[in-house]
């Protein structure tokens, strides 16, 4: 009977290492199905950011950091009046425009998306409308 006995644990042992090696294997994929429904993932295999205006940071420090972004490499041409993001005429729509042609056309040289705090990274594409905020891989 001791060796039945002793059978019987090493088969429940195997049993236990089987079904917990098959719950871990269930948990990493259903974790790597959670994040790629949740990140946006291009069909190229790439992931997309766009640089908009911080919502919590002051107009007075918005307009400063668009200045800035303005003179030093982004395209401010489209938030003009006449042009197809002059609308919503608001100093953060603005400013996530301005930051995110700086931060799309100068990231591969180092850019990031700070604006001394004014900005953050997002995953959501802010275009609208006519008004198209360009993505560079």
């Known amino acids: 009977m001791s060796m039945s006995s002793s059978r019987c644990n090493i088969n429940l042992h195997k049993r236990s290492l089987m079904c917990r090696s098959m719950s ?7 974790v790597a ?10 069909s190229e295999g790439q992931f997309h950011d766009w640089c908009i205006a911080d919502e919590q940071t002051p107009d007075d420090v918005l307009v400063q950091a668009l200045n800035w972004a303005c003179q030093n ?7 003009q009046e006449n042009q197809p993001c002059y609308l919503p005429n608001t100093v953060k729509e603005h400013a996530s425009y301005a930051f995110n042609s700086y931060y799309q056309n ?4 180092g850019a990031s998306c700070y604006f001394n705090s ?4 997002t995953a959501h ?12 891989p």
């Not at 871990?24 to 259903?30: E, R």
């Not at 100068?106 to 040289?109: D, F, H, P, V």
């Not at 594409?125 to 560079?136: L, M, Q, R, T, Y």
């Open 118 to 121: 004014a900005a953050v990274l």
């Open 24 to 30: 871990f294997g269930l948990i990493k994929f259903l």
């Open 73 to 79: 490499g982004a395209d401010c041409t489209k938030i």
């Open 33 to 42: 199905l959670i994040f790629f429904t949740i990140v946006p993932l291009k």
């Open 106 to 109: 100068l990231k591969q040289k």
């Open 125 to 136: 594409d802010p275009s609208h409308d006519a008004c198209k905020f360009e993505v560079i």
